[in-house]
Protein backbone atom coordinates (compact mmCIF):
# COMPACT_ATOMS: atom_id res chain seq x y z
CA UNK A 1 0.00 0.00 0.00
CA UNK A 2 1.54 3.59 -0.89
CA UNK A 3 0.53 6.61 0.33
CA UNK A 4 -0.05 9.01 -2.70
CA UNK A 5 -1.27 11.82 -0.88
CA UNK A 6 1.83 13.74 -0.23
CA UNK A 7 2.63 13.53 -3.91
CA UNK A 8 -0.78 15.00 -4.74
CA UNK A 9 -0.24 17.96 -1.71
CA UNK A 10 2.73 18.58 -3.59
CA UNK A 11 1.41 18.63 -6.99
CA UNK A 12 -1.22 21.37 -6.37
CA UNK A 13 0.93 23.43 -4.29
CA UNK A 14 3.16 23.50 -7.29
CA UNK A 15 0.28 24.62 -9.56
CA UNK A 16 -0.53 27.19 -6.97
CA UNK A 17 2.63 28.92 -7.02
CA UNK A 18 2.71 28.47 -10.68
CA UNK A 19 -0.37 30.32 -11.09
CA UNK A 20 0.46 33.09 -8.77
CA UNK A 21 4.02 33.70 -10.75
CA UNK A 22 1.99 33.77 -14.14
CA UNK A 23 -0.83 36.14 -12.89
CA UNK A 24 1.91 38.79 -10.84
CA UNK A 25 4.06 38.36 -14.38
CA UNK A 26 0.79 39.65 -16.71
CA UNK A 27 -0.12 41.98 -14.06
CA UNK A 28 3.09 43.93 -13.99
CA UNK A 29 3.42 43.47 -17.73
CA UNK A 30 0.10 44.78 -18.89
CA UNK A 31 -0.19 47.79 -21.11
CA UNK A 32 -1.23 51.18 -19.98
CA UNK A 33 -4.87 51.82 -20.70
CA UNK A 34 -4.94 55.80 -19.42
CA UNK A 35 -6.44 58.01 -21.89
CA UNK A 36 -4.42 60.65 -23.18
CA UNK A 37 -6.93 62.80 -20.82
CA UNK A 38 -5.46 61.15 -17.83
CA UNK A 39 -2.18 61.17 -18.64
CA UNK A 40 -2.02 65.24 -18.78
CA UNK A 41 -4.21 65.15 -15.19
CA UNK A 42 -1.59 62.75 -14.01
CA UNK A 43 0.87 64.99 -15.26
CA UNK A 44 -0.41 68.53 -13.93
CA UNK A 45 -0.87 66.48 -10.34
CA UNK A 46 2.65 65.57 -10.56
CA UNK A 47 4.19 68.90 -11.13
CA UNK A 48 4.70 70.18 -7.58
CA UNK A 49 7.27 66.82 -7.56
CA UNK A 50 9.01 68.06 -10.47
CA UNK A 51 9.18 68.14 -14.03
CA UNK A 52 10.19 64.62 -14.54
CA UNK A 53 7.79 63.27 -12.38
CA UNK A 54 4.90 65.04 -14.56
CA UNK A 55 6.96 64.36 -18.11
CA UNK A 56 7.05 60.10 -16.18
CA UNK A 57 3.10 60.90 -16.39
CA UNK A 58 2.58 61.19 -19.72
CA UNK A 59 4.58 57.81 -21.09
CA UNK A 60 3.19 54.56 -22.02
CA UNK A 61 4.43 52.57 -18.39
CA UNK A 62 3.48 49.21 -16.88
CA UNK A 63 2.57 48.70 -13.62
CA UNK A 64 6.17 47.09 -13.06
CA UNK A 65 7.63 50.16 -13.80
CA UNK A 66 5.66 52.06 -11.83
CA UNK A 67 5.89 50.09 -8.78
CA UNK A 68 9.71 50.22 -9.36
CA UNK A 69 9.73 53.82 -9.62
CA UNK A 70 7.21 54.21 -6.24
CA UNK A 71 10.31 51.72 -4.61
CA UNK A 72 12.95 53.83 -5.73
CA UNK A 73 10.96 57.25 -4.58
CA UNK A 74 10.61 55.78 -1.16
CA UNK A 75 13.97 54.43 -0.78
CA UNK A 76 15.36 58.35 -1.62
CA UNK A 77 12.82 59.38 1.12
CA UNK A 78 14.38 57.42 3.89
CA UNK A 79 17.76 58.49 2.68
CA UNK A 80 16.98 61.87 2.60
CA UNK A 81 15.12 61.67 5.59
CA UNK A 82 17.40 59.95 8.02
CA UNK A 83 20.49 61.20 6.57
CA UNK A 84 22.81 63.17 9.39
CA UNK A 85 22.13 67.06 9.42
Do not use: C, W
Amino acid sequence: MTNTQPFGKTLLIIIAIAAIIILGYNFLTMRDNRSTTDRVGDAVHALPQGLGKASEQLEDRTPGQKLGDAIKDTGDDVKKNTAPQ
